[in-house]
């Protein structure tokens, strides 16, 4: 067991954890925080990301004792304590973005991410930048216009109703 | 979940490398992470004790000299290469493969020389280093030793490394700086995915030099071309050097067509 210091969501964690435990059973199951999903544990499907020292990785490939000391951001730091939702998330529900809801806290992650790269992406760059991330249920098209949508590129019209469901 | 072992943080050289001496084989080092942990889950790799070397400073070093060229440390990620200005003037055939390694999480947690210690025969980074030049520095308690980059690598996953020893950086020679390069990865899906067979070409000067991925059980470096070969010419090389599997991701007969195939298009933006 090794002692680790980290911040998660400003909030400080102070725990004794077993070296081989990774970040993401860390957040899981010590922080008790567990929006960040494990898919497929080995860096393919996108549904761990989280920010950790402001860039995205695959937290499960990343040991609990190797973020000793990191600040790290997830999902549930995306909601303010009044329960309100963040922009991203509010897209996402209005476009119905989210189907089964497993990959939708890392895509979320993914999305703000790009979005601090690329404030503006275009539709192709949407489609690049959520590469990282699987998602079975949507085909990504309600993904893409909830991003398209939270930047200001969906004209009115393309708001009302429900166009993919 | 992850078997047992134990784990240290080094932050000095002389730590490291006592470290390694001490666990040997039982050993394993970790940087980005992207391989080990993955081979850790699957059983593939089961090592008692883990070294971290990302807190050893001087191996996040990327720096480039005039006389020496680019040095990559140990922990430098793709993400870092990327980012880096000397980089993304002088060496465009890595910039090209690096941004089409895996994802962009993965990118900023893998590193250039994991990518090469790895030694997969699909690893993004060797061909462009191969056509480049690259030297691989080793390092361990009793000292360091540069070998080439196809001296290092001798077989699928294979490498010359010792278990006492770390690379320790990659130093890119300034030789083809000024040349242009592109790096062509066919995928099976238009997301991320390993290459199921790419080839890197670098034009400098009169001289044109390829390097293939995926075709054979270690990357390949084809002799140089002058630069007014023809297809025909380098293909035919490829062809006499390549030695490529059925598995999984493809036939041996579409790795085959598609080197060529990737061969015709960087020729061809070469002459445009």
Do not use: W
């Amino acid at each position: 067991m090794r002692k680790i210091r980290l911040r998660i969501n400003g909030d400080l964690y102070e725990r004794d954890v077993r070296e081989s435990k990774t970040l993401l059973h860390f957040l899981r199951e010590d922080a008790g925080l567990t929006g960040t999903k494990e898919g497929c544990g080995a860096g393919e499907c996108g549904a761990c990301t989280v920010f950790m020292n402001g860039e995205t990785v695959n937290s499960c490939l990343v040991l609990a004792v190797e973020a000793d000391g990191a600040e790290l951001q997830t999902i549930e730091g995306e909601t303010a304590e009044d329960g309100s939702l963040s922009a991203v998330q509010q897209a996402f529900a209005r476009h119905h973005a989210v189907q089964c809801g497993f990959c939708t806290p890392g895509m979320i992650m993914t999305v703000k991410d790009l979005l601090q790269r690329k404030p503006k992406p275009t539709r192709e760059q949407i489609i690049h930048g959520i590469e990282s991330n699987f998602c079975r249920c949507t085909g990504y098209q309600q993904i893409v216009e909830a991003v398209l949508d939270v930047t200001g590129q969906l004209p009115d019209s393309d708001k009302e109703g429900l166009k993919y469901v | 979940m992850l078997h047992d072992f134990a784990y240290a943080a080094p932050t000095a050289r002389e730590e490291l490398f006592s470290l390694m001496a001490e666990h040997g084989t039982a050993a394993a080092v970790l940087s980005g992470g992207t391989d080990l942990l993955v081979n850790i889950r699957s059983g593939i790799a089961r090592p008692d004790y883990i070294i971290n070397l990302k807190g050893v400073s001087e191996l996040a070093e990327l720096s480039f000299d005039a006389g020496q060229g680019l040095s990559i440390g140990a922990c430098v990620t793709v993400t870092k290469l990327l980012a880096d200005a000397t980089v993304r003037q002088k060496y465009p055939l890595l910039v090209s493969a690096a941004s089409q390694l895996a994802t962009h999480q993965l990118r900023n947690r893998a590193t250039i020389v994991g990518n090469i210690v790895t030694a997969s025969p699909c690893g993004d980074m060797s061909s462009p280093l191969l056509c480049y030049g690259a030297e691989v520095e080793l390092a361990s308690a009793s000292g360091t030793r540069t070998v080439t980059l196809q001296e290092f690598i001798t077989g699928v996953k294979k490498t010359v490394i010792k278990p006492d020893e770390i690379v320790q950086r990659i130093i890119v020679p300034t030789t083809y700086v000024g040349g242009r390069g592109n790096y062509l990865k066919l995928k099976r899906i238009k997301g991320h995915d390993l290459g199921v067979v790419s080839v890197a070409m670098l034009t400098y000067g009169t001289k044109i030099r390829v390097a293939i991925g995926s075709a054979a059980p270690t990357p390949l470096l084809l002799s140089e071309f002058p630069i007014d070969a023809s297809a025909e010419t380098i293909k035919q090389a490829a062809r006499a050097a390549i030695s490529p599997i059925d598995d999984v991701r493809c036939t041996k007969e579409y790795r085959a067509f598609m080197v060529e195939e990737f061969i015709e298009r960087l020729l061809a933006e070469v002459h445009a």
